[in-house]
């Protein structure tokens, strides 16, 4: 590639990657791979240990949305139930996590009491009580 071309590129890269020729070329060429390959990750359909560091952000990112919704059901938040659990030494991660929120509400909700009842706020306050009652007519009933 030609000098000003590289330049032109290289622009807004720290230190020496910006204003120095043989730097900037390196670094120009490494971005260039990095942007076909995070274009290429949005239409790969590669199995989960093959997948690119985005696509997987991706994928915690959901999981992420999962477990939060599953949790403000039974007046949780994502940050106290994820903090809860770690404080319980209960090691489920967020993928398994978003698992039990969507398909097994009876084990996800018995997790969120876990994590509710030694912190002390289950039975403490009746407005916890009270969503508490919500949330649990808001479960659906077992598959029989």
């Known amino acids: 590639m030609h000098r000003d071309k590289v330049f032109k ?6 230190g020496r990657a910006k204003n120095c020729i043989r730097i900037a070329r390196e670094r120009v060429e490494k971005s ?38 599953g949790s403000r059901q039974y007046g949780v938040k994502y940050s106290q139930l994820i903090h809860g659990l770690k404080q319980e030494n209960i090691e489920v991660n967020r993928k398994v996590l978003s698992e039990l929120a969507m398909n097994e509400p009876y084990s996800f909700k018995a ?10 706020s289950g039975a403490s306050s009746s407005s916890s009580s009270a969503s508490s009652s919500r949330a649990a007519a808001a479960v659906p ?4």
């Open 9 to 14: 590129l290289a622009k807004g890269f720290r």
């Open 32 to 69: 260039l791979q990095y942007a076909f390959r995070d274009r290429k990750a949005t239409a790969c359909t590669h199995a989960p240990q093959n997948l690119p560091q985005t696509k997987k952000r991706d994928m915690r990112s959901l999981w992420i949305t999962r477990i939060t919704a």
């Open 111 to 120: 997790l969120v009491d876990q994590v509710r009842f030694m912190h002390g």
């Open 141 to 144: 009933a077992a598959p029989k």
